[in-house]
Every structure is written in structure tokens, then in C-alpha cells.
């Protein structure tokens, strides 16, 4: 789902309901984002709502973010890089090999399956979480990761193909 123009101007009017359809759409990917950095649960489920309270105060005292999916995504991030400063905390791991299935999350349950993750990079674990579980576009993941549209079209294909390798090992 793509977060339109319109749907980011009702929310700055006063909508509720616009609201609540940003934060249905995102509230996994910024908790998944936070939790990354924090690794602690509790911290993770406030940062995330400090995430979306300060998107929904930018947006209603400023312009509409042009990009707003970047943006709340550098928002988020620098809450949580204002909370290890506040906090003295150095504990930053931005190349941390945990995917959502891993992520202590209440309201996300993985199913169980036989496929395993363990062939796949964390590079192609995290692309993998952002199109399946998030359902984002290939241009979004780019701008997320901060990577080129073609990379992030590579890294994905080329994921998918590890797995369907390991799962045809796997029934001889």
C-alpha cells in the first residue's frame, strides 16, 4: 500500500481514520526499525510511539514531507539515536542478524515452516522482511536500505533463488 498525498493531508486536518490507516501500515516496520538498535522490548514499544507522535506533530505543523516514507524512517531512527544519547548508550548494532521472525513483537507470529534462513546474508534477510512481510515496492526498499533500485532487485532474486536451492535439497 502506497501512503497517498491526500491520506498524509487529511491526517494533517485532524483525521483519525487517516491516522489509523498510516499506523496500521507502518507500526510493524518502525517497531521492527526500533527494536534493531535497542534490542529491549519495552524501550522498543515507546520509541515506537514516540515515532508516531512526532510524525503526526511534524506533519500537522509542517508541509507534507514530499517522500514520506524516507522520512519517517530518518525520523524514527533519530529517535532512536536521541535515546542512546540521553541514555549515554553505545550499544548501536546496525549490522545485527536478527529478522522480524526473531523480533519479540507481540501482535506478529511467524509460522512455522521447514524453509530455513540460515543460507540467506542478513542484507538479504532484512530486503527479504521489508517485500514479503511489509509488502513494500522494490523503490521503497531502495530508499529504506539507501541502496539502488537495480541492488535491492538483485539481492532479492537472488535470495529467493538460495531458498528455492535449499528447499529443493532438502525433498531429495
Do not use: C
Not at 526500533?34 to 512526532?54: H, M, R, S, W
Not at 524514527?76 to 523480533?103: C, G, H, P, W
Not at 540460515?118 to 513494500?136: A, H
Request: neutral net charge; glycine residues 2%; aromatic residues 14%.
Amino acid at each position: 500500500m502506497h501512503i497517498s498525498g491526500k491520506l498524509i493531508r487529511d491526517m494533517k486536518h485532524g483525521s483519525e481514520k487517516a491516522f489509523t490507516t498510516i499506523y496500521e501500515h507502518y507500526h510493524k516496520l518502525i517497531y521492527y526499525i526500533v527494536f534493531q538498535y535497542v534490542k529491549d522490548v519495552e524501550v522498543a514499544k515507546d520509541l515506537t510511539q514516540d515515532a508516531f507522535i512526532k510524525m503526526y506533530n511534524e506533519v500537522r505543523k509542517n508541509d507534507e514531507p514530499i517522500h514520506f516514507h524516507p522520512w519517517f524512517i530518518a525520523l524514527t531512527k533519530n529517535i532512536v539515536f536521541d535515546y542512546f544519547r540521553q541514555n549515554k548508550l553505545n550499544r548501536v548494532d546496525k549490522n545485527s542478524e536478527k529478522t522480524l521472525a526473531e523480533f519479540p513483537d507481540p501482535s506478529y507470529q511467524a509460522s512455522p515452516g521447514s524453509i530455513s534462513f540460515q543460507s540467506l546474508t542478513p542484507l538479504e534477510k532484512q530486503v527479504i522482511d521489508y517485500k514479503i512481510i511489509f509488502k513494500q515496492t522494490f523503490k521503497e526498499i531502495a530508499d529504506t536500505m539507501g541502496l539502488s533500485l537495480s541492488v535491492v532487485t538483485k539481492i532479492y532474486y537472488e535470495a529467493l533463488n538460495k531458498l528455492r536451492l535449499d528447499m529443493e535439497d532438502k525433498s531429495i
